[in-house]
Nanobody, 123 residues
Framework: QVQLVESGGGLVQPGGSLRLSCAAS????????IGWFRQAPGKEREGVSC????????YYADSVKGRFTISRDNAKNTVYLQMNSLKPEDSAVYYC????????????????WGQGTQVTVSS
């Protein structure tokens, strides 16, 4: 069974850090581009970061550039999102997803999605 499971979310104060994990089962992540997306209440799902399967190229939304880092550990079949200097506007449910063709911030090019993990940044 193909499954993506996110973990690592939680409540953190502004300026704090979290590391999200996206673990795959039932398939190998090596062959897929992986994206992280987030959705806050009343807002559309937006791309946060993605990483290619071919050369490990990474891409970031302007709002998180310099604060978030995406990485992948193919041996553990897991992708990470390190989030530093968190702001209240980063609060959202974070999802990881796989794209068979290329790394992109367009959620419609992703096929498998995890269930999401809640990130809340508040004092």
């Amino acid at each position: 069974q193909v499954q993506l499971v996110e973990s690592g979310g939680g409540l953190v104060q502004p300026g704090g850090s979290l590391r999200l994990s996206c673990a795959a089962s039932g398939f190998t992540l090596d062959y897929y581009a992986i994206g992280w997306f987030r959705q806050a209440p009343g807002k559309e799902r937006e791309g946060v970061s993605c990483i290619s399967s071919s050369d490990g190229s990474t891409y970031y939304a302007d709002s998180v550039k310099g604060r978030f880092t995406i990485s992948r550990d193919n041996a553990k079949n897991t992708v990470y999102l390190q989030m530093n200097s968190l702001k209240p506007e980063d609060s959202a449910v974070y999802y990881c997803a796989t794209a068979p063709h290329r790394a992109t911030m367009n959620p419609y090019e992703y096929d498998y999605w995890g269930q999401g993990t809640q990130v809340t940044v508040s004092s």
